[in-house]
């Protein structure tokens, strides 16, 4: 046991987490030069084209150190984005060190103190590495210096390495064997083991990624999940390199996986303790607690025959994706469709675009919205996060929507313009500190409403890419919240229905107007689009009508023919606009739904 390394890579976004893992893949020789590609462990396209990690992935190295030894690195690369912070947070579970990665151009960032505060409270060693030290605007020393006011890590302990040209990274491996603690454990005591992954074989079923903490499990053995108390019968342990490298056994100490015939990944929650039936342990392992889903959006297919795809499509996902939820939905506008939750606007973006890609779904997603707490008189609490469920106006007492604690960290300059953007995003509690000369770390509470809907990209443009943003939901607070219609010719469109602050509401309201005014075609009546809230007009557009010239034919001749031409033109219009329905055509929900940008 002594000669293994259980470490993770954390960093903030873009810092070369997957790059680093990269060339300390090739170091070890896992891989030959001819089947090496970049992003190794990165294996979803939509992973390789954003440039991002979405899913954790483990690889287990062995590398010779200068010692003469020769190690096992079980390395953990995760997520850098907010949205996957839980998935981050097991998979340091499963870890007793880490390796906080840090750009020499950029420096200290707002997911470099999250990831950093994540692995503090799972009491783990960690080595700051300074990345990217062949850049021209690389600052090493600077940075360093940083590492140490800032986040109180001890200088003489930095490593320096470009993950790019892989200087410096066989000595970062080396310093993984000097200052990272080798894993405790007993072989021989119960078994426990800890989830912090999970993913679907579509031969095998679900292969689930586990530390083992105590104890050993083989083949054949009959386990327990502490969390729903299913039971199964292993079918194979082993071990991840490049491809999955069944074992005899997992000892106490190791990191590999374990298929046991499990149907959905859903079943396997990251965080939960796996046992044995027979030998069961005394407790299961701290820190386990259900994914929470923030955001909320319908889905429907562009095309109403596309329904039974997407229905198929979606469970699929659901096999990889646990934290997806989804549940049938139906709108008069557009049929028939599902209300799916996320963990974040990324999550949404991901998972729209892999059932686009993948399935080749056409989609319309509405408006994002939260979940809110409405208190009735009858002393009753509902959640809402869905437009169309909205109480009678008359019966709510309170009504409550979620906070979150923002950390933006910025360059000095933009201070002004942040400020303007979050008061008028309803922000609160705005304090402010220099962690460093030139950089401010700002905090603000706002709510996560607003922020949902395009704020990160307003922060990147207003701060000019240099802004960092961080968030974590502290509670629910009394709001004045009110369902914002939009009516067509008098009709409602529930599809474009929205939950709103009364401040916010005429502002919404108008942008709608304006953009349904530019997608729907003119008609041979007028026709109003108006946003309503219960029965008060807020405002109103309107497409003018489209006239024929009825009197071309009549030239000379008598002024009251012409005129009892009008006359029969304008009562005909009249009966056409009692009966007239207006089609919305689907370019102008998705017109709605698009920010300004």
Do not use: W
């Amino acid at each position: 046991m002594k000669n293994i390394r259980n470490f993770s890579i954390i960093a903030h976004i873009d810092h070369g987490k997957s790059t680093l893992a990269d060339r300390m893949i090739q170091l070890c020789n896992m891989v030959t030069t001819r089947e090496f590609k970049d992003q190794l462990l990165d294996t979803m396209d939509i992973e390789r084209e954003r440039g991002i990690t979405i899913k954790s992935q483990t690889i287990c190295l062995p590398f010779q150190a200068d010692d003469g030894e020769t190690y096992m690195f079980n390395l953990v690369d995760t997520p850098g984005h907010v949205d996957f912070s839980y998935e981050v947070s097991r998979a340091l579970a499963s870890c007793e060190g880490a390796l906080l990665l840090i750009d020499a151009a950029q420096g200290v960032e707002a997911q470099t103190l999250a990831n950093l505060y994540l692995a503090m409270e799972n009491e783990l060693e960690i080595i700051p590495v300074i990345n990217k030290i062949d850049l021209p605007a690389a600052e090493p020393e600077k940075v360093a210096l940083q590492v140490e006011e800032d986040l109180g890590l001890d200088a003489a302990a930095v490593q320096f390495c470009s993950a790019k040209t892989g200087e410096g990274v066989k000595e970062l491996l080396n310093a993984v064997v000097r200052l990272l603690p080798p894993p405790q454990g007993d072989p021989r005591t119960p078994l426990e083991a800890l989830i912090f992954d999970a993913n679907y074989d579509p031969y095998r079923g679900t292969v689930i990624s586990v530390r083992i903490i105590n104890g050993t499990v083989k083949n054949g053995d009959q386990i327990l999940f502490m969390s729903n108390g299913a039971e199964y019968r292993v079918e194979e342990v082993g071990i991840f390199r490049l491809r999955r490298e069944a074992r005899q056994q997992l000892a106490a100490g190791e990191i590999g996986y374990i298929i046991a015939g499990v149907k959905t990944v859903s079943d396997t929650r990251p965080g939960d303790t796996i046992t044995h039936k027979e030998h069961p342990c005394a407790a299961p392992l701290p820190g386990f607690k259900e994914v929470q889903q923030v955001v909320f959006s319908s889905l429907y297919p562009i095309a109403t025959d596309d329904y039974e795809d997407l229905t198929s499509a979606l469970e699929k996902l659901k096999l990889n994706d646990a934290a997806l939820i989804f549940q049938k939905d139906s709108s008069a506008a557009l049929g028939f469709g599902f209300r799916c939750g996320f963990l974040g606007l990324l999550h949404l973006e991901v998972v729209q675009e892999r059932l686009e890609r993948e399935f080749g779904i056409s989609l319309i997603l509405t408006v994002p919205t939260v979940k809110y707490m409405f208190y009735l008189q009858d002393k009753t609490v509902v959640e809402i996060d869905n437009p169309s469920y909205f109480p009678d106006p008359g019966t709510i007492t309170r009504i409550e929507e979620p906070y979150i604690k923002a950390t933006i960290l910025i360059p000095e300059r933009y201070m002004g313009s942040v400020m303007t953007l979050c008061i008028d995003r309803r922000g609160e509690n705005t304090k402010y500190h220099y962690p460093m000369p030139g950089r401010i770390e700002f905090t603000c509470e706002l709510p996560l409403a607003e922020v949902i809907y395009d704020f990160y990209d307003k922060l990147k443009s207003v701060t000019q890419g240099y802004g960092s943003f961080d968030y974590e939901l502290i509670d629910y607070r009394a709001s004045d919240l009110v369902k914002l219609d939009i009516l067509v010719n008098g009709e409602q469109v529930d599809a474009l229905s929205q939950l709103t602050h009364r401040a916010r509401a005429r502002e919404r309201g108008l942008k709608a107007c304006e953009r349904l005014k530019e997608e729907i075609p003119r008609q041979m009546f007028k026709i109003a689009i108006q946003a309503a809230i219960g029965g008060n007009i807020i405002a109103r557009e309107n497409i003018s009508a489209l006239r024929k010239d009825v009197t071309a034919k009549c030239y000379g001749g008598d002024v009251s023919r012409k005129r009892k031409l009008l006359e029969k033109q304008k009562a005909g219009k009249k009966r056409m606009k009692t009966v007239g329905n207006v089609e919305i055509p689907q370019r102008a929900f998705l017109a709605v739904l698009k920010s300004d940008q």
